[in-house]
T-cell receptor
């Protein structure tokens, strides 16, 4: 199986930048997803990386290094509504499911 | 709104009972996935169906079973319920069975409370 590690909690101030790291160990890597989940709600898709490099989507960016088994999600210009859990998930070649990390709870303070 | 629907939204039952959770995927999606999320835990993959057939199994207990019907909706059956089964159960759907990009869209979840 995959070992997917991400920090449990992070706190940042409104307007600041936060970087959430995710490391994984897997064979047959075929993509990494980031999802946002507000408490008690469904996860919603944020980003997908399968090739090395940075993908930018508005205030959110995601980076992948396959050789290092490493990804990060960068949240810029933090808003109070960004307080949520951020889930890193890995997909393997010819596998049907996503394997999720335990999630990082981000708290944005005024 | 992801387009995935789940019913019921909340379910409260007693130990030893059996419940059925229902999921309708997004229009056109053939794959359905079930996940369990206990308090303070990540999403645990349970099982996946593709066009009516079971395709992958995760950490699903023998007391749990699922199926996908010809109209592509899916049901997750939980029996002999225990207190530890209390959790959020999510259904997700995706368009493709395999492929490089297989984004999963999640339903709103069913919160199961076993008393």
């Amino acid at each position: 199986g995959q070992n997917i590690d991400q920090p449990t909690e992070m706190t940042a101030t409104e307007g600041a930048i936060v970087q959430i790291n995710c490391t994984y160990q897997t064979s047959g890597f075929n993509g990494l997803f980031w999802y946002q989940q507000h408490a008690g709600e469904a996860p919603t898709f944020l980003s997908y990386n399968v090739l090395d490099g940075l993908e930018e989507k508005g205030r959110f960016s995601s980076f992948l290094s396959r050789s290092k088994g490493y990804s990060y999600l960068l949240l810029k210009e933090l808003q109070m509504k960004d307080s949520a859990s951020y889930l890193c998930a890995v997909k393997k070649t010819n596998d049907y499911k996503l394997s999720f990390g335990a999630g990082t709870t981000v708290t944005v303070r005024a | 709104d992801s387009g995935v629907t789940q019913t019921p939204k909340h379910l409260i039952t007693a130990t030893g009972q059996r419940v059925t959770l229902r999921c309708s995927p997004r229009s056109g999606d053939l794959s359905v996935y079930w996940y369990q999320q206990s308090l303070d835990q990540g999403l645990q993959f349970l099982i996946q169906y593709y066009n009516g057939e079971e395709r992958a199994k995760g950490n699903i207990l023998e007391r749990f079973s699922a199926q996908q019907f010809p109209d592509l909706h899916s049901e997750l059956n939980l029996s002999s319920l225990e207190l530890g089964d209390s959790a959020l159960y999510f259904c997700a759907s995706s368009a493709q069975d395999r492929g490089t990009y297989n984004e999963q869209f999640f339903g709103p979840g069913t919160r199961l409370t076993v008393l």
